[in-house]
């Protein structure tokens, strides 16, 4: 198998139910230097931490993948593709200013109960006053 400089479709955009994050997500992701990649609710599939945070009714917003030689000898720096990376960062950054915009009160209302258990799980900080930080 060869290495290829293209980005991997086994990517996920993990979103929560939630109206308001699925928009602001999928504007800030669209880019198609940063394509392609699977968008799935987390009540479909949850990577890793997102799970925690979405049990909890923490909207959340995560990108979890791989690629052919994931943690195998062959999973160096070769497998960055450097086009994507200022593009990605773009994404993340624009999510965060969006997020910033938005009431933490009524983003935190929009999200769909979750059908899974987090009990005896803590959430490190409150999300109260996440639009203030904007300021």
């Not at 049990?55 to 943690?71: C, E, L, Q, R, W």
């Not at 773009?90 to 769909?112: E, H, P």
């Not at 258990?117 to 999300?127: H, Q, R």
Request: aromatic fraction near 6%; hydrophobic fraction near 35%; charged fraction near 15%.
């Amino acid at each position: 198998m060869e290495k290829s400089n293209r980005l991997s479709q086994t990517r996920v955009l993990s979103i929560s139910d939630n109206s308001p994050l699925q928009k602001l997500a999928n504007a800030s992701f669209s880019d198609p230097a940063i394509q392609p990649f699977f968008t799935l609710p987390p009540s479909v599939f949850i990577p890793g931490e997102d799970q925690i945070a979405y049990d909890k009714g923490i909207p959340t917003v995560g990108m979890s993948g791989s690629n052919a030689y994931f943690h195998t000898v062959g999973d160096d720096e070769t497998q960055i593709v450097q086009s994507a990376m200022a593009p990605m960062t773009q994404a993340w950054q624009d999510l965060v200013d969006g997020l910033m915009q938005l009431d933490a009160d009524t983003l935190r209302a929009d999200n769909t109960p979750t059908q899974t258990d987090a009990s005896g799980v803590s959430c490190p900080a409150s999300l109260s006053g996440l639009a203030a930080l904007g300021s």
